[in-house]
């Protein structure tokens, strides 16, 4: 997600600016359905691999703190990214479409923290495995 994160962060979103007016609805219908069929599998197994990885070891701080960054994200996206998208929907809106972009920087500093920790964790932990029982 870190990656996808960063393209739609520094390309896709500031792009919205440039598609044609008369082209704009269909252009965000597209890019809605087409990527829900990336984000929404990836953030589902982000959930539950941090439910697991927590499950395992209750007093882990990295644990605790991925599982509350990945509570903090489906915050994010359902409280900034959803309404700006469901308005985006109707027509395009430079105002709205700056604040996708500037509300998104959310997202991916949380993506981005994320994986930070859990490399730092994973890095100080080499060799050692997370019991799952």
């Known amino acids: 997600m870190v990656g996808l994160i960063w393209v739609i ?6 792009a919205f600016a440039d598609v044609h007016e008369d082209k ?3 252009f965000h219908s597209k890019h809605s359905n087409r990527i829900t069929f990336i984000v929404v599998p ?5 959930l539950a691999t941090a439910v697991l990885l927590i499950r395992s ?14 509570i903090a994200l489906w915050s994010a996206t359902a ?7 469901n308005e985006l929907s109707k027509k395009q809106d430079i105002q709205k479409i700056h604040r996708l972009v500037k509300t998104n920087w959310v ?8 994986l930070l920790c859990l490399s730092i964790y994973f890095f100080l932990h080499q060799g050692s495995y997370v019991n799952f029982n």
């Open 107 to 114: 997202r991916t500093s949380l993506w981005s923290l994320r």
């Open 57 to 70: 070891d209750l007093k882990n701080i990295f644990f605790l703190g991925n599982l509350l960054m990945i």
């Open 9 to 14: 962060q520094i390309l896709h979103y500031p």
């Open 42 to 46: 990836v953030m589902l197994l982000e």
């Open 24 to 26: 704009f609805c269909g």
């Open 79 to 85: 409280l900034l990214s959803v309404p700006i998208h």
